[in-house]
Each structure stands twice: as C-alpha cells, then as structure tokens.
C-alpha cells in the first residue's frame, strides 16, 4: 500500500467500500498477532516473529519443531546435538513411511505411548538396533514435545512420557576403563606404525589432561596454557550451562609437555591452536567434520594397537575419560575432585563414570579390613 491507501483503508474509521474487504483482513491479522503476542511470557520478537510468520498447524507438527531446533542449534555451533536432532527425525520418518505416511503430516497429537512402543518394536524388531539407540533419538523426540508444550501449541494432557505411560529405554551404562595394569600395557606398548603411535599419544594425552575429550583438544588454544597449566571451558557445555560455566583446569606434566612440543603448532602465537590438526579459517559447519574424522582415526588405530596387545579391543577415545576418572579415585582422588576434574555439574553424571574396584582392590581391602595393629 502507498501511505494514502492505508490512511484510508486502515486509518480512517469508515473506509470507503472498495477497501472495507482489505479493512477486515488487516484487523484478522491484528487480531491473531495480539493473540499470539498475548500467549508468549516473557515476550520476545523472535518467537512472535516465527509464530505469525509460519503456516497454520506448523507448530503442532513434529517436523516443523525439529526443524527449528536444528536451525537453532546449528545458529548456535552446536553442531554435534544438531546432528543428533536429524538422525532422530531421519529415524522417525523411516518409521512414518513403512506405516505408508509421511511425516510432513505427523503432529504431537499422533504420538501415544501405543505409537511409541510400535516405533520401539520396528527399530529392535525390524531395523535391528539396539534400545540405546531408540533412547537416543527418543530422548531428542520428548525435547521436542517440551518445547511444543512450553510454546502452548500442545496441552500437557497429550505428554505421551513418563509414569503409565511409555518410558524410554534407559542407556545401558558400560563401565569403559581400563585399569592400571591395563594402562601401563598399553602405554609400553611399541607402535608397529606411524598412525597407532600418534593414536596411542593423543589418547594418553586426554587421559592425563583429566580425560579431556578430542573436541577440547583440538580447539586448545596457546592462551589456554598458562603457568604450567590448561584453562579451559568444554565445548559440549558452553551454551546448555552458559550461567554456570566454570573453567577447568590441568596442571602439565613431563608427559604432556612433551606431546605438545611433539605435535604442537610450531607458530605458538596466543590465539593460534595447540594442535594444528584444524586448519586456520575453517568454518565452524567443518570444524565439526575434522573433528569426527579425527577421532575415527585415534579410535581406528588404538583399537589396532589394543588388539596387538591383548587388550579390549573396543578401547576408544572414550576410555580414556573413563580410564581417568576411575584409576583416580582408585587411587584415593574424592567423588567430588572427579567432578570438578571432569566438568559435570551433576554428581550423578560423575558416579556414572566410574567402573567400580576391580578385584585386587577387593581383595588388598578385605586383607586390611581386619589390620587392626596398624597405626596410621
């Protein structure tokens, strides 16, 4: 519209009969925009923006809220949870299309917990994969419900979760570490390449830098160190616990000074990365990627030298987290040392860590329980 055609379409109290038709169209739409704004506490333009802008329907489809996750998530360089959110919509849609439906029609109010359980049955039954990964995706579909329940497109009555209702297949917990005399195997054993000694070196570096997984070692910067020791924040943690993000910090020692000087970058300019594996200017869509083949490749070759070595061949980067915590508090480090060590916020995320006490532990114990001569 010019400026004089809104004047007297929508300013003037009776707008001539060619524009009354175009009146009661723009008063609907100020109609829904005050509704909407109405339903949205606190108030914020972004989320009146997507609500007034999408398709009628959109917010209660599955599709629709998966997709603004992802598109937030990737706004946001969480690209690992953005990736977690597409694998969960790619399973679910495969699920849609053996039932003969697509899933651009499925809303939150077609999924029961009869719904869920028929999904279960198809991945373990038909796709034959296991309940961890049902709980993994299903975990992403109830984040998604929430969301739709706290932007009131849905009512809290059709929450198909929880209590007699359908539960989520819990994470089988796989104590992964090794214990000390696996470990000291492990770190004599001789490399018969090139690629399992640089495996074998980036895994003992995050197992001495309180397991500090691959993601965190790689975007180590040189302003990170100082004094001796790395200061540094995880990746996984800075945007779901920003109000509470603390730095953690691992004192250097002989062994990990000298993997830094052995695969550091040579330029060790303040904001320059420790470890030049990620490229300069890399965007943060393919830093991602680096990262994942990275890991393949540590976890390809550790597993060459495990097996080499009689030891558990599904040792991973992963282990080495594990390995840390355990082998500490073993050694007598607190529950809450471990915690601090790895970063979690939740004592009970740390407790999972820990593989219990292996069998000579028990049995030095049970040998000293009944010790009482000695004095400490």
Known sequence: MTEKEFQSTYKTGKPRNEHKETRREMQAVELEAVEIAKEIKPFNFDEFDRKMTRKPGDGIKVSYQYQQMINELTKNKQFGTASSYDLSQKSIETFIKHKGKKISNL??????????????????????RSLTTVGIYLRVLRASFNKAIDEKEIDRDFYPFGKRKYKIPATKNVKKALN??????????????REQEKAKDFFFFSYACNGMNIKDILLLRFKDIQDDKIEFVRAKTKHTTKTHSKAITVYLNDFT??????????????????????????PPERQQVVIKNFTRFVNQHIKKLCKANDLPEETSTYWARHSFATNAIRNGA??????ESLGHENMKTTQNYFAGFDNEAKKEFANKIMDFDKID
């Open 257 to 282: 000074k000298e993997m830094i000087k052995k695969y550091g970058n040579p330029d060790k300019t303040s904001n320059n990365r420790v470890f030049d594996i990620i490229p300069a200017n890399t």
């Open 180 to 193: 000390q005399s696996q470990l000291s195997i492990l770190f004599h054993a001789i490399p018969k390449t």
């Open 334 to 339: 607190s529950m809450e040392f471990i915690q």
């Open 107 to 128: 809303t939150f109010y077609d999924i029961t917990p009869e719904w869920l359980q028929e999904y279960e049955t198809y991945m373990t039954e038909i796709k034959k």
